[in-house]
């Protein structure tokens, strides 16, 4: 007879790299069995998870000209190290 999961087994199982919001989007893909259609369609309305259904905060200020810019820059910068450190070594 198989050995029962723990909790935590189930924890392990889990990607390593899940933010709070990408939880809620694999939850509903767990309540709906897999369908992105039906979670378009959840006519739940009540339940608190529903307007983060699509793994998006929907209250989240867009983000300005700025900000979009000096993070797109940093991410160049990181890039560029990543790559001069894959040179060196
Ligand atoms: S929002 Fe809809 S699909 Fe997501 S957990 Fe709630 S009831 Fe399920």
């Not at 889990?14 to 039906?38: F, H, M, N, Q, W």
């Not at 369609?41 to 699509?54: D, E, I, Q, T």
């Amino acid at each position: 007879m198989a050995k029962a999961k723990t909790v935590q087994d189930v924890r392990d199982e889990l990607p390593k790299t899940t933010s709070p919001i990408r939880a809620v989007r694999l939850k509903c893909l767990d309540c709906t069995c897999g369908s992105a259609k039906e979670i378009e369609a959840c006519p739940v309305v009540k339940c608190p998870l529903h307007p983060f259904r699509f793994g998006k905060n929907p209250y989240r200020k867009p983000q300005s000209e700025e900000r979009r810019a000096a993070a797109a820059e940093r991410m160049r910068k990181i890039q560029a190290q990543k790559k001069s450190e894959g040179q060196d070594g």
